[in-house]
């Protein structure tokens, strides 16, 4: 065997791993203490390896990401659990780079933890490119709602002079009470429209009175008895026990009611619905299933989209149609909440409404 094919001893091979890797390497022991530190991590925080050989891993990340980089650390320290964070971080030459970070535990050979590795990746472009991706996608969704809200605005702006050219060329005032009747129910259908698009734009994020999501979800369990009255849609409810959780009432009431609306839509030959709530140690978990007509993959990607509908649009349809999820997820996404959508074509569909137990994570 030459000079040149001669494998590294193991040690040695190990060794130039370590060091040569792309990307940062920060190995620590039981107390979180560094013990190693290569090239790259060197590069991402601009300190040499023997000043940090000894000093603590959190000491190391920026005070806006070092409570996560604690936790994640405890947890692989004292668990053994592999745990992934990202953070924000100035290197060497001062430019904010996004940090993604992976901790895993380090065993010798008889399987006794004996310290963590903390491997770090230098993510800026990537997040870069989803924040360029992420306004173009709303750019197009301005686009397509502004288009929708135009046609629909002129629609009922259309019937609008309709009924005032009718009545003025009329001068019948019989006709009168039935036109500004008509003109009534336009103007009406305009503000409602234009309420919902508000709800979308600002997450329905004004003040509103606080009540228990118990309370909240009794309220929908009666809105829902009365809305599938004769519909040929049976009820089942399964609600857990959910601990003291004050919600702001009227945005909760217009997440669910738009959520149970949808459900109930997408069963126009009857079929089942079930409303339940599920409780864990960090969030409560609703869920609102339908029997209904299911989604297609298409659908699922845009389900939250202004106006963008998988319902049926006649003559009588709703200007607002298309708006109920957009509605919610806007308005979730600013109290701190999600929404999760899964379904089977022909089979029907859940949506999972997900809001923090703990009161640091609520945004009222």
Known sequence: MSEQSRPFPADDLHR??????????????????????????SK????????????????????????IAIEMMDKTLGKG?????????????????????VTSPVRDASGRQIGALASLRDVTNRVALQVRLSQQSKMAAMGEMAG?????LNNILGGVVTSVDFALETGDPDSMPRMLQQIQKALARATSLMNNVLKFAEGDARQGGLCDLTEALIDLV??????????????????????????????????????????IEAMPDGGELTIESLVNDQDVAIRITDTG??????????????????????????????????????????????????????????????LPLNPEHHNW
């Open 16 to 41: 130039l791993l370590f060091d040569q890797a792309a990307f940062g390497m920060v190995a620590t022991d039981r107390d979180g203490r560094i013990v190693a530190w290569n090239l790259a991590a």
């Open 81 to 101: 659990d592999v745990t992934e964070f990202e953070f924000w971080h100035r290197d060497e030459q001062g430019r904010r780079r996004h940090l993604a970070t």
């Open 293 to 354: 007509c299911g989604l297609d993959e298409e659908s699922l990607t845009r389900i939250f989209e202004p106006f963008y509908s998988t319902k049926r649009r006649g003559p009588g349809a709703s200007p607002d149609q298309g708006l109920g999820l957009a509605v919610a997820h806007g308005i979730l996404k600013m109290i701190g909440g999600s929404v999760g959508v899964t379904s089977s074509l022909g089979e029907g569909t859940t949506v999972e409404v997900r």
């Open 44 to 67: 991402i925080f601009g300190s040499n390896p023997r000043q940090m050989i000894g000093t603590q891993w959190a000491s190391v990340i920026p005070a806006s990401g070092r409570t």
């Open 148 to 152: 929708a809200l135009a046609h629909h």
């Open 222 to 263: 009666t809105y829902a008895e009365l809305k599938i009255r004769d519909r040929g849609v049976d009820l089942t409810v399964d609600l857990k026990f959910i601990p003291v959780l004050e919600v702001l009432k009227t945005q909760i009431q217009t997440v669910l009611r738009n959520v149970l609306d949808n459900a």
